[in-house]
Structure formats: structure tokens, C-alpha cells
């Protein structure tokens, strides 16, 4: 089975410009959530999804949106980038929302925001 | 308050000795789940290790082993027989009810395994 893929695996953008990331989720895997992971921060909860709706989100600003599709894909954007955004963003999915599932990484988006 | 602490940054460990990485968390809740996740220098975070609160036995995967130790909210990763490829930043984590399930990383400890 096929893991979690992330694309790109590198973006470069400037300061005001908008991102899009995505993920595919582990084939039958209905649960995607999107963190932020830098060196002073660590890893940062963004959001999650199951099931095309949006169950949680972090404390991160209004710049940060996402979307999933019927089909377990997920989106994120980021709008008007700063250069705090730069980071690792990953995705990971779980088969499903409790608090017993573990989570499948991939391999992540390095963004760098110049 | 954090609610995943790891206090150990870094710590080094002889190959084939085991080590053991120190985590403890905060939780008001009954039912929440304990995770170790691997992440080596790659980037991808590699799960590891599960422990239910209502486990009685401790997990082990394994040479991984999770020490549970429910009163303390204590969940001890330990590592049997290192290997050199074991040299990865090791994170603890929490899913619990309260606040919708979101997963809770510590800060992570950097292993380094010596030959």
C-alpha cells in the first residue's frame, strides 16, 4: 500500500505571495492533519480533516486554510506569506478521528519564504 | 502548561546498549492515547509505538517498549539493542478527547547512537 505523498517536496516563495501544498492520504485512510514544524516552534497542529470537514484547527492565523476532498486529498494555502512561514509542513492520515489512532506521516513540504 | 514534556534534548547511547527516552504529559482526560513517533534526519516522521489509557500492559513493538506508567502520566519510550540507525529525533505524543483529538507533540529528544 502506498504511503502518504506529499507535493511539492520544495517551494521557494516571496514575502505576500500564496501557497498551495497537498497530500494524498494512505489509500482508505478518511483522517488527514497538517502541522508546522520549525526549530523553535516544533510541531504545530494546523488542522485536521475527516470526512471532507474540518474537526480541529490550531491556533495559527486566518492566512491558513485547508480543504479535503471526497476522495481524502487535502489541500493547504497559506495567503499573503511571511517569512515566519518558512517550515516543514507534513501531513499525516489515520483510518480514523479517536484518540487511539496512530498517524501516518509523509514526507513533507520544506517551505522557504524569502 | 505543556502538555507533552521531554526533558532530555539530547542524549548519546553506546550501539547495542537500550536507552530509554523520558516522556510525561498532562491530561485531565480518562481515555487518550500515547504515541512515539521517529523522525530521522530525512524529515518523515516514522510512527513508532501506541499506549491506550486503559492498556494495563505495557506496549512493545519489537525492540521499541513503551513504559506506561498511569499515575506518574508517564509514558517512557524504551529502546533495546541500539542500533546505529536508531540516530533520530524521537517525539512523544498525545491524542485526547478533550480539545477534538488533535495530536500533541513534545519537543522531541535527539538520539545519538555511538559505534
Known amino acids: 500500500k502506498a504511503g502518504v505523498t506529499q507535493t511539492p517536496r520544495y517551494l521557494i516563495k516571496t514575502r505576500g505571495q500564496q501557497v498551495t501544498l497537498s497530500c494524498s492520504p494512505i489509500?482508505?485512510?478518511?483522517?488527514v492533519s497538517w502541522y508546522q514544524q520549525t526549530p523553535g516552534q516544533g510541531l504545530q497542529f494546523l488542522f485536521e480533516?475527516?470526512?471532507?470537514?474540518?474537526?480541529n484547527k490550531g491556533n495559527f492565523p486566518g492566512r491558513f486554510s485547508g480543504r479535503q476532498f471526497s476522495n481524502s486529498r487535502s489541500e493547504m494555502n497559506v495567503s499573503t506569506l511571511e517569512l515566519g512561514d518558512s517550515a516543514l509542513y507534513l501531513c499525516?492520515?489515520?483510518?480514523?478521528?479517536?484518540?487511539?489512532?496512530?498517524?501516518?506521516f509523509g514526507p513533507g513540504t520544506r517551505l522557504t519564504v524569502t | 502548561a505543556q502538555k507533552i514534556t521531554q526533558t532530555q534534548p539530547g542524549m548519546f547511547v553506546q550501539e547495542k546498549e537500550a536507552v530509554t527516552l523520558d516522556c510525561t504529559y498532562d491530561?485531565?482526560?480518562?481515555?487518550?492515547?500515547l504515541f512515539w513517533y521517529k523522525q530521522p534526519s530525512s524529515g518523515e516522521m516514522i510512527f513508532l509505538i501506541y499506549?491506550?489509557?486503559?492498556?494495563?500492559q505495557n506496549a512493545t513493538e519489537g525492540r521499541y517498549s513503551l513504559n506506561f506508567q498511569k499515575a506518574r502520566k508517564s509514558a517512557n519510550l524504551v529502546i533495546s539493542a541500539s542500533q546505529l540507525g536508531d540516530s533520530a529525533m524521537y517525539f512523544c505524543?498525545?491524542?485526547?478527547?478533550?480539545?477534538?483529538?488533535?495530536?500533541?507533540f513534545g519537543a522531541g529528544t535527539r538520539l545519538f547512537v555511538k559505534a
Open positions: 499525516a492520515s489515520s483510518t480514523g478521528q479517536g484518540y487511539s489512532y496512530e498517524q501516518y
Open positions: 489509500s482508505g485512510h478518511r483522517s
Open positions: 480533516y475527516f470526512s471532507e470537514t474540518q474537526r
Open positions: 491530561t485531565s482526560d480518562q481515555s487518550y492515547g
Open positions: 499506549q491506550g489509557s486503559y492498556d494495563e
Open positions: 505524543a498525545m491524542r485526547e478527547i478533550t480539545g477534538g483529538f488533535k495530536t500533541i
